[in-house]
């Protein structure tokens, strides 16, 4: 009997605001310790929180691009509890009533192995606003710190530092439903969101400074049972990570529970250097965080025409982007590769329009199968999903740094649909526009690349081999098909690879069927 | 000169018939000899008041002064101030200097007023009686051997003994108005909302109200005009046009309606006091209003409610106060934990302490619903009593406070006795509302009475003509307290 995987996701995403939640001071990454530390962020006597209003914004946008109710009236509480990077004694954060309730997100599983890639929708819980803490910087001050743990291995006479810069980094937290079953699966819907975020532009995404962190509770049961006792995984900074953790922590459980045992409840660390989880506290030592309403914020009120204004300023998502596509005549493959980020879309959009501008950009027209339309869409796909993404890859290389912009793309792609030149001759072209040489018709002109396309020179040609091959022609006439291939290599060798390959085709058909 | 009012004050200066440093140096000068004795003053700083003071003169010589330009005003010591040692009573903050100033004390700065010092008051703003103080009791300038009440008992103290103008007080559970009656004079606690709590060390958040205390009604007024006023600071600051606060007094109190509640004089209210306070009444009456018996059902639940609403909060606001960034920390640990168990141990004394360990209780998981979501729904129906009240009349009168002044030491064995003192405010700071107490005589061994007046919300206007009116008709508030 099989193990059924249940995993639920909660990811802390950093708003990309200038200040922070609850006062002016700076969030810039990377400053001197303290110096993004005014009076809020130091928890200094009589200091009041005030909300910031950008980070209530990015939160609607969230909850209108997961199609999530927002609520009308939310309420800020209180979250007690002492460590020394958290000044005041509680985090302000959102609990019974949070800003964002119930939405879903649209995930693509990849294909792995005999599975076949799948699209799958994740039930998100809610969403709510918090403030993040400071920073416990161990070593460098004294001989130990107090570790990880709360109150672990804090030694009389060392000493620790204290960096609150960060304290008060508005954050997002986004809880998923116990929705997804592998580890493939959570890691998909984290990518997902990760898009999300960068895509509606609340978040940098920057998973290396903390700006998107990931917690995962991880359970295994027998199918038709209930849910197992989950553990959580604390603060997965990396997708990889995520995956290694989740697949660990799925092995562990049911390895003791193959054995007999049973699983506690509990918060766990991973250690990528071991691969290893291990736990951090369990429910016994869990704190009673005794939450309640904090009374220095008025409840949090967001009007309809709030809320409309920042719909206003919401640009078409993902999944939406992916729909158009697909009816561009691209697959659902391709679509979501393509709005993997927005820069990715937009760079195909701007390819389409540069090389087809009549049916490409305007979102509206829905072009006939294998009509012009669909054959330009599928081949800036084909060209961006392959020659680009594989030199961005083998340079290193996001799309916004491409060195190819998607207007020069879009005027070398026009050139193979106008037959000016060949697929093959293209790729050359495309070559050296990477390596900085200009403009696709200069260097067709220059490396002599133009596709011969005279329906003249080419019959000259054909006439010229057909009757250089005689006995082949007859062969081919009585029956032996297989010999055209033979013809269109010797044209094309005749007319050093230039001849227009369709054209070519059709005129020894022609000739061969005398 | 001590017996002058703000407003007195202010045209002396302004005719420079004494200049605001010497002003300021006759109240240092009468602080350093009568202080000693009644402990009003935790904070004096000479240089910075008299540079001030110094700057208010070259303000009134450049004739842009404002009504309280060059008049020294003493600041309740839970308001921070920049450059001023700033301890709420507290040992915890025994060494901290505020690096910043409070909204209430911008106001003032920018209104020119002096800031002459960091008057006493119990610990945390935890007490009735100012015994609570880490820096030591408050004596009552009528009787030294007294209370002046809590707690802003400091300022109140102050204020009857004359050592400053005027002054700030705070008020979270009754701590303006009863100090103001156990020392015989003026005090108002505004709506909630109107001054900034913005570097007001905070006691109970959703409570806590600054307000002036002073030795008259007008000059409460003038003390307003500064005080109050929206702060973006404070999310709970009203955002509300600016208001002259004098602009009533002066009008006639015919046809006012005062509403009277039964349960404010029934058991548990000193006869003296009720004498008192019912003089006070019948001179109201004398004056064109009329009296209707009104009732505020829920009076007895307030003290239960306050006890578990406002050290709740408290329990979370001074959960800051840890020994890690500033404030007191105990030199000895062994580790995280022992840090923070004995600095708060040693730093916090033990009615802060009790009060956290309630507060905590009624916030535990299992705990929550029954006390803490309790004690907000009775919260709204405390509010809603003074609803229906006003709808019968204008403004509720009564005793501030059940008895006259007692003896130090008296209720320190039993919490609930001095929390029995709060009995007639506390429901005031649950409502939101504003209330005010003023002198109106004399009680047991000539201790004064207070008269308690609470208002609907933002009358604080109105309610300031309404004791104006009485202190134009009577001169219990100018009598002032002898021998010391």
């Given at each position: ?514 | ?346 730093g916090f004394g033990a009615e802060v302490k009790r009060r956290i360990m309630i507060g905590t209780y009624v916030l535990s998981h299992g705990y929550y619903d029954a006390y803490y979501i309790q004690a907000q729904k009775i919260r709204r129906l405390i509010a809603q009593d003074f609803d229906e009240a006003f709808k019968q009349c204008d403004v509720i009168m009564g005793p501030t406070s059940p008895s006259t002044a007692f003896k130090l030491g008296e209720k320190g064995d039993d919490p609930v006795q001095m929390y029995l003192s709060d009995i007639y405010t506390i429901a005031v700071n649950l409502a939101g509302l504003p209330g005010m107490s003023i002198p109106c005589g004399f009680g047991a061994n000539n201790m004064p009475v207070g008269l308690q007046i609470i208002g609907n919300y933002f009358d604080e206007a109105r309610m300031l003509n309404v004791a104006h009116q009485y202190q134009l008709a009577t001169d219990w508030h100018s009598r002032a307290p002898q021998g010391l």
């Amino acid at each position: 009997m099989t193990w059924e995987i249940v995993i639920g996701l909660e990811v802390h995403a950093q708003l990309s605001t200038h200040s922070k939640i609850f006062s002016g001071a700076s969030i810039a990454f990377g400053a001197e310790p303290n110096t993004q530390a005014d009076a809020v962020s130091l928890a200094l006597p009589g200091v009041l929180p005030v909300l910031n209003k950008g980070a209530v914004e990015r939160a609607i946008k969230f909850g209108l691009a997961t199609g999530a109710h927002i609520a009308p009236r939310s309420v800020f509480a209180r979250k007690n509890y002492f460590y020394p990077d958290l000044p005041k004694g509680y985090q302000i954060s959102q609990f019974d009533l949070p800003v964002v309730g119930q939405g879903q997100l649209t995930i693509q599983v990849p294909a792995q192995g005999k599975q076949p890639a799948y699209e799958k929708v994740v039930r998100l819980t809610r969403a709510h606003l918090e403030e993040d803490a400071g920073k416990s910087i161990h070593g460098g001050f004294g001989e130990s710190g107090f570790g990880e743990a709360p109150f672990g291995g804090f030694a009389s006479g060392s000493c620790t530092g204290i960096d609150l810069n960060r304290a008060g980094t508005p954050l997002l937290e986004i809880v998923s439903e116990p929705d997804m079953r592998s580890a493939a699966e959570a890691v998909a819907y984290a990518k997902a969101l990760h898009t999300l975020v960068q895509w509606i532009g609340i978040c940098d995404g920057n998973m290396q400074e903390g700006s998107f962190r990931c917690d995962a509770n991880v359970s295994v049961h027998r199918p038709g049972t209930p849910f197992g006792t989950r553990r959580e995984i604390k603060n997965l900074n990396s997708f990889r990570f995520l995956e290694q953790a989740i697949n660990y922590e799925v092995q562990h459980q049911i390895a003791v529970l193959e054995d007999g045992g049973s699983i506690q409840q509990a918060t766990v660390l991973f250690d990528p250097d071991s691969g290893e989880t291990r736990v951090m506290r369990t429910k016994e030592d869990a704190h009673d965080y005794r939450y309640f309403p904090d009374p220095d914020l008025l409840p949090l009120e967001i009007s309809e025409e709030w809320k409309q204004q920042v719909a206003a300023t919401l640009p078409e998502l993902p999944h939406a982007k992916q729909a158009r596509y697909r009816e561009q005549g691209l697959s659902a493959y391709d679509a979501s590769v393509l709005t993997s980020s927005r820069a990715m879309a937009d760079f195909y959009e701007a390819v389409l329009a540069e090389c087809s501008p009549t049916d490409g950009i305007t979102p509206t027209p829905s072009p006939s199968p294998g009509g012009r339309g669909e054959q330009s869409a599928k081949m800036c796909a084909n060209w961006i999903i392959g020659e680009v993404s594989a030199q961005l890859n083998r340079d290193g290389l996001e799309i916004g740094q491409s060195p190819i912009t998607a207007q020069q793309l879009g005027g070398l792609l026009k050139r193979i649909a106008d037959g000016t030149v060949s697929n093959s001759g293209a790729k050359e072209v495309f070559r050296i526009m990477w390596a900085g040489g200009g403009e696709a018709d200069a260097i067709i002109e220059a490396k002599g690349l133009k596709q011969v396309s005279d329906a003249g020179a080419i019959e000259k040609i054909v006439d010229e081999i057909l009757a250089a091959n005689a006995d082949k022609v007859a062969e081919y006439r009585s029956g032996k098909d297989k010999l055209f291939g033979f013809f269109v290599g010797q044209a094309m060798k005749a007319s050093k690879g230039q001849a227009n390959p369709a054209q070519l085709n059709d005129i020894l058909k022609q000739k061969l069927a005398g | 000169m001590f017996e002058s009012s703000l407003k007195q004050l202010g045209n002396a200066l302004a005719a420079r018939q004494i200049s605001s440093v010497e002003l300021t140096q006759l109240y240092l000068d009468r602080i350093a000899k009568l202080n000693p004795q009644l402990n009003a003053y935790i904070t004096l700083n000479p240089e910075l008041s008299l540079a001030q003071a110094k700057a208010a003169d070259e303000r009134l010589a450049a004739g842009n002064a404002t009504a309280l330009t060059g008049i020294p005003i003493a600041q309740k010591d839970i308001f921070c101030a920049k450059g001023w040692l700033t301890t709420c009573g507290s040992k915890m903050l025994h060494n901290f200097v505020s690096p910043y100033d409070a909204h209430v004390i911008s106001q003032f700065n920018n209104a020119g007023a002096i800031n002459l010092g960091k008057t006493n008051m119990d610990e945390f703003a935890m007490g009735s009686s100012n015994e609570t103080s880490h820096y030591g009791a408050v004596r009552n300038p009528w009787d030294t051997q007294r209370v002046p009440g809590g707690s802003s008992g400091g300022t109140a103290a102050a204020v009857a003994a004359r050592l400053c103008a005027a002054a700030t007080g705070t008020d979270t559970g009754g701590s303006i108005r009863q100090p103001a009656a156990l020392c015989g004079i003026s005090g108002l606690k505004p709506t909630y909302g109107v001054c900034s709590r913005y570097g007001m060390i905070a006691f109970a958040s959703s409570l806590d109200q600054a307000g002036p205390m002073g030795r008259s009604a007008e000059d409460l007024a003038l003390m307003m005009n500064v005080m109050a006023g929206f702060d973006e600071r404070d999310s709970t600051s009203l955002p509300r046009e600016t208001e002259n606060y004098a602009r009533d007094l002066g009008k006639p109190l015919a046809g006012l309606r005062i509403g009277l509640p039964k349960e404010f004089f029934a058991e548990g209210l000193g006869g003296d006091v009720a004498q008192a306070v019912e003089a006070a009444i019948a001179e109201y009456q004398k004056l064109g209003a009329t009296v209707v018996e009104i009732s505020l059902p829920n009076t007895r639940l307030s003290i239960p409610v306050y006890y578990v609403l406002a050290p709740a909060e408290a329990s979370s606001n001074l959960s800051r106060f840890d020994g890690v960034r500033y404030g007191y920390r105990a030199p000895e640990y062994s580790d995280l934990a022992d840090m923070y168990e004995k600095s708060r141990a040693q730093g916090f004394g033990a009615e802060v302490k009790r009060r956290i360990m309630i507060g905590t209780y009624v916030l535990s998981h299992g705990y929550y619903d029954a006390y803490y979501i309790q004690a907000q729904k009775i919260r709204r129906l405390i509010a809603q009593d003074f609803d229906e009240a006003f709808k019968q009349c204008d403004v509720i009168m009564g005793p501030t406070s059940p008895s006259t002044a007692f003896k130090l030491g008296e209720k320190g064995d039993d919490p609930v006795q001095m929390y029995l003192s709060d009995i007639y405010t506390i429901a005031v700071n649950l409502a939101g509302l504003p209330g005010m107490s003023i002198p109106c005589g004399f009680g047991a061994n000539n201790m004064p009475v207070g008269l308690q007046i609470i208002g609907n919300y933002f009358d604080e206007a109105r309610m300031l003509n309404v004791a104006h009116q009485y202190q134009l008709a009577t001169d219990w508030h100018s009598r002032a307290p002898q021998g010391l």
